[in-house]
């Protein structure tokens, strides 16, 4: 899936991932949290080797939040508990603390109202925010979206990016693989752009987008809009 | 040909689309009575004539000592009223009314119900034929039964009196049994298909492989071979002294177990793997994953095949016969088999299959309820997240 990925981020950067499917963007965000484990290659975080098989994953996915495309909260729990079901089980915090830090991050996300519904009762953006709002709970340092607005009908996109670009300007270290352009140019420190497991182009989102440099990203710039 | 119009100006004549549904017939209620009446004849003619016969006082007729219903068999008196009842001729005429009625209903019904114009006729039109269909069935059998020597059936297989000193309590007794041993297996074959199914899900070969050994040899040998094979294995092998019961009891836990592997494991594959992601996302390790995250929602999918096993393994503990069970260990089919072969009589096969019924049906029943419930979607309960 990829070919050789040469990138780094710093603090605070939000990293905007674009593409054609099928060109490696999701995995890319998968090695950063080693979902996906490469075949070759490393990945550091925080000047930690993450591919090194000693390296302690569970607690490294602590600090690493991820916010997918199908949600993937859990149905047979309610949204608080999909909030602090890790917050007891792997932080150990106990009850009250856990509930307490849940409903924060809950009310952060515009979901306090809604804290003892089950996914199924939930709309789509409503599903999504709860768990960001799961992600966030973990006070993680670097933030993982994958195409998080895909699968939502198209008015309920406008909720999730709000909470997105709220946390980007709060300084949250993100990375974001999207097809929302607007949010890439407006909201992306940096964009990288791939296509068949390469970053063909890389820069600031305004000047890669107003003028890109390769004719592959001309192109598809040209059908995404 | 009628002409369909597209244009509707004003003054352009437009012509009715043709019937194409026929007369309406009116008949369709009294083809669902003649279904009714046919089937309900042959039914409660059977019911209400056996009846009578079996409370009113009677005596052994000319009939029933002709073809050796003699009063030094146990309960002849009964068997003769059954047969008796079966050749009256009440039921001559309830089993030819029954077919009249019934074909009269399958002609009428089929032959009219294209023709019905609501939807509400049409199907009291099938369905009076399709009972029609079941009362000719019911009173072809019951005709030809009659026909042939339905008192040398009825005297092994419905005497029920000579079940009496068999009754009620050994009955009973037999009836714990076998729900114990069915109840044991199936709660060790969930612990041990539990332990399998997470061995046979394991990415790693070694653990993958001995357990799929397993599962293939309870699945693919006989059961009644493995209660024979362990049993023997245990005394002689091991000189281990175990009951039969004992015995039995293992042996089903370890052939649930087999099986039950491969509930869990297509339940616990079933959950979208988005699921497993997420958890490991937010730190958790891949048990913390399966034990909050994933089995939950398994275990909801898995109950209604898991209670499928236990229907099923209620009937297998029939299989213990081969054993050889102590007496207060009889389970239903070993307290027909030795009530067989003490009076000769095979009433005691009857009795232990509406024994069996008896279990079984509620909990055929409690399947479907829980499936229904489980599939009607009940928040939290099912995977309907996206």
Request: aromatic letters at 8%; a neutral charge; charged letters at 20%.
């Amino acid at each position: 899936m990829l070919r050789g990925v040469d990138l780094r981020m710093a603090q605070r950067d939000v990293m905007v991932i674009i593409g054609p499917s099928g060109s490696g963007k999701s995995t890319l965000l998968r090695c950063a949290n080693m979902l996906a484990e490469p075949t070759l290659g490393k990945v550091w975080f925080e000047g930690r080797d993450i591919t090194d098989i000693r390296t302690n994953l569970d607690e490294v996915r602590t600090h690493i939040g991820m916010v997918f495309q199908a949600f993937n909260l859990f149905p047979h729990m309610t949204a608080l508990r999909n909030v602090t079901l890790a917050l007891e089980n792997v932080l150990k915090l106990d009850g009250s603390q856990a509930r307490e830090r849940a409903m924060e991050q809950l009310a952060r996300v515009g979901m306090d109202q809604k804290t003892d519904s089950y996914p199924g009762q939930l709309s789509g953006g409503q599903q999504q925010r709860v768990a960001i709002a799961r992600a966030l709970a973990m006070k993680p340092r670097l933030m993982l979206f994958d195409e998080v607005t895909s699968a939502l009908d198209p008015e309920l996109v406008g909720e999730v990016l709000e909470v997105m670009i709220r946390l980007a300007g709060e300084g949250m270290t993100m990375m974001v693989v999207t097809h929302e352009m607007g949010f890439a140019r407006e909201v992306g420190t940096r964009m990288i752009f791939m296509d068949e497991g390469l970053v063909v182009e890389q820069g600031e989102p305004r000047e890669m987008y107003y003028h890109p440099q390769t004719d592959r990203l001309r192109q598809f710039l040209a059908k995404v809009l | 040909m009628a002409v369909l119009e597209t244009e509707t100006g004003a003054g352009v004549h437009r012509e009715a689309p043709p019937d194409t549904r026929g007369r309406s017939s009116p008949v369709s209620a009294t083809v669902l009575g003649l279904g009714i009446a046919g089937l309900g004849l042959v039914l409660g003619g059977l019911l209400l004539i056996q009846l009578n016969y079996a409370v009113s006082d009677r005596v052994l007729t000319q009939h029933c000592i002709e073809v050796g219903l003699t009063s030094d068999i146990t309960g002849a008196l009964g068997v003769c009223n059954i047969v008796e009842a079966l050749r009256a001729q009440a039921m001559t005429a309830a089993l030819y009314g029954g077919i009249v009625l019934g074909v009269a209903g399958i002609a009428f019904g089929f032959g009219t119900y294209r023709r019905m114009d609501t939807v509400r006729r049409r199907e009291q039109a099938v369905t009076g034929a399709l009972l029609g269909i079941l009362a000719v069935q019911v009173a072809v059998v019951l005709v030809v039964f009659r026909s042939g020597r339905p008192d040398l059936f009825a005297k092994h297989f419905l005497n029920f009196t000579v079940l009496s000193p068999y009754f009620i309590e050994p009955f009973l007794i037999a009836m714990k049994n076998t729900i114990i041993l069915a109840f044991v297996g199936e709660l060790g074959g969930i612990v041990i298909g539990l332990i399998l199914a997470m061995l046979v899900l394991s990415k790693r070969r070694a653990a993958r492989a001995p357990a799929r050994v397993y599962v293939n040899f309870f699945r693919g040998t006989p059961l009644i071979w493995q209660l024979a094979a362990f049993y023997f294995l245990l005394l002689f092998g091991f000189e281990v002294r175990l009951s039969a019961f004992t015995v039995a009891m293992i042996v089903f836990a370890l052939n649930t177990g087999a099986y039950a592997a491969e509930v869990f494991r297509a339940g616990i594959q079933s959950i979208e793997g988005g699921q497993m992601e997420a958890a490991r996302s937010l730190g958790m390790t891949y048990g913390q994953a399966m034990r909050f995250a994933i089995f939950p929602q398994a275990v909801r999918r898995v109950i209604p095949p898991l209670m499928n096993e236990f229907v099923i393994l209620i009937k297998d503990t029939a299989l213990v016969i081969v054993l050889g069970l102590l007496i207060s260990e009889h389970e239903l089919f070993q307290w027909a088999r030795s009530g067989v072969s003490d009076t000769f009589n095979a009433t005691f096969y009857t009795a232990t299959a509406l024994g069996y019924l008896a279990i079984t049906l509620p909990a055929i029943y409690l399947v479907n309820r829980v499936e229904k419930r489980l599939r009607s979607g009940l928040v939290g309960i099912t995977g309907a997240g996206h």
